[in-house]
């Protein structure tokens, strides 16, 4: 007989099964591929999360190259709030997946709290309580990318945010970093999406565009073309590609620590 959790599991397992694969029509050939890992890893974080028995937890994907791994570490971190969330009892499977992680880990775990957060319908400043405080920017980024990435209709139709007290910095961040993988480093719609919200969000939004760039490679001519694109904003575009070449950079070291 199946017990609650693993009825939890099984509906979690199915809950991407539909999600396609991006077109790479018109899309650049690398960055395309880069996007289509980008997805592989974080549904492979998710489904592992979901199979190890909780000791597994602490050193679940540390064999995982740095490229994929901040993807992978959100996908898991989403499954197991979303498990302790919906199963009865105390909830301790999060906690153990985040002990012993680093500062980058623990961020882009709270990335992944942030998509489960949106998909069970919390409130913006929601988060369980394994974690600190410090991390609900990462937590608001990653709740705003899920609203950006499963509801794009709204960046040019009823618009974001949609509930009362989205709106922040990290919001916009997250809806941009949103908008580089739904039109996966197109320059055109990209540009013609961010011009559509006020002046005084653009800049965060091109942030976040400017750290997915850099996250999912940094390719030479996604940095160059969304350069270009930037304008104004160039400065805003450049500290997102900063910040997301430091992430990498130090799961890079964290990575030649554990081999």
Not at 101 to 115: F, H, N, V
Request: proline fraction near 6%.
């Amino acid at each position: 007989m199946s017990t609650h959790a693993d009825r939890v599991r099984m509906r979690l397992s199915r809950l991407f099964r539909d999600i396609p694969q991006p077109s790479p029509i018109d899309v650049h050939r690398e960055i395309y591929g880069r996007v289509s890992d980008a997805r592989a890893y974080f549904l492979r974080g998710f489904s592992e999360a979901l199979k190890v028995p909780p000791e597994a937890l602490p050193k679940l994907l540390q064999a995982t190259p740095f490229q994929g791994r901040g993807f992978a570490i959100e996908g898991a971190a989403m499954a197991l709030t979303l498990m302790d969330e919906l199963s009865p009892g105390p909830h301790s499977r999060l906690c153990v997946l985040f002990d012993g992680r680093s500062t980058e880990e623990q961020t882009l775990g709270a990335m992944g709290i942030g998509w489960a957060s949106a998909r069970l319908g919390k409130p913006l400043g929601w988060s369980p309580t394994v974690l600190g405080s410090h991390y609900m920017s990462a937590v608001v980024d990653g709740y705003s990318f899920h609203q950006g990435f499963f509801h794009p209709s709204r960046f040019t139709g009823r618009g974001f945010p949609v509930r009362e007290n989205e709106l922040s910095p990290f919001y916009d961040i997250g809806l941009g970093r949103a908008l580089w993988f739904v039109h996966i480093g197109r320059v055109e719609p990209i540009v013609h999406t961010i011009d559509g919200f006020l002046p005084d969000r653009r800049k965060q939004l091109w942030r976040g565009v400017g750290t997915a760039c850099a996250f999912t490679g940094n390719t030479k001519y996604a940095a160059a073309q969304m350069g270009k694109a930037a304008a104004k904003f160039m400065s805003n575009f450049q500290t997102g590609l900063e910040t997301g070449t430091q992430l990498l950079h130090n799961l890079a070291k964290q990575t030649e620590k554990i081999k």
